[in-house]
């Protein structure tokens, strides 16, 4: 997500990325390790916002000008058209979403889906336990989390919410012994 994009261009050395990066943790008088916490992927959501907004301009103008000297390539509507494509088809396709890595899967077959699957950013960070019992990124943040209340664990919601999840909001509160403390559920947050 928004932290991973920040941190490999901080440590590649973009200028644009490591003057943002320092400044906001200039202004909230933190060290760079607090980006490796909830406040820290809840910045960089706002830090990579800025940067994204001011790179908008310059893509507009670099589209503007390929356009006026002839190249059309991102124009080209060709392939959308449904009958210029083929009985059958596999796809693939990678991108960065806000939330993470992003992948989708086609087969088409006779001129229809076949199979699709797709794999997103919530499910890469909510995932179950892999077979060497490694634990996702929501299980691992949450590791010594501390809860003032547990009746309203907002501490957790908001570890959560820093990764932007696309999941159903409700929180369900156990001890270390799998005991029942509480559940929280329509949190107003998850509303928008």
């Avoid at 959501?45 to 006026?68: C, D, H, P, S």
């Avoid at 992948?103 to 076949?114: C, L, P, V």
Wanted: aromatic share 8%; glycine share 8%; with cysteine.
């Amino acid at each position: 997500g928004p932290l991973a994009r920040l941190l490999v261009g901080y440590g590649r050395g973009n200028k644009e990325i490591q003057d943002a990066v320092n400044g906001a943790l200039a202004h909230l008088n933190v060290p760079v390790d607090a980006l490796f916490s909830t406040l820290g992927r809840t910045a960089a959501r706002g830090i990579e916002t800025q940067l994204v907004a001011n790179w908008t301009i310059e893509f507009y103008n670099t589209l503007m000008n390929n356009i006026k000297n002839g190249d059309e390539r991102m124009a080209n509507t060709q392939s959308w058209e449904p009958s210029s494509w083929p009985n059958e088809a596999k796809g693939v396709g990678f991108m960065e979403a806000p939330r993470g890595a992003l992948a989708h899967w086609i087969t088409i077959k006779d001129m229809k889906t076949e199979n699709y699957q797709m794999v997103v950013p919530s499910t890469w960070n909510a995932s179950p336990r892999d077979p060497k019992g490694q634990r996702s990124a929501y299980e691992a943040a949450l590791i010594g989390t501390p809860v003032a209340n547990p009746e309203l664990p907002l501490e957790i919601i908001r570890t959560i919410h820093s990764f932007d999840p696309c999941l159903a909001c409700a929180v369900h509160l156990y001890d270390e012994h799998g005991n029942h403390i509480s559940q929280v559920q329509n949190i107003a947050s998850c509303d928008s």
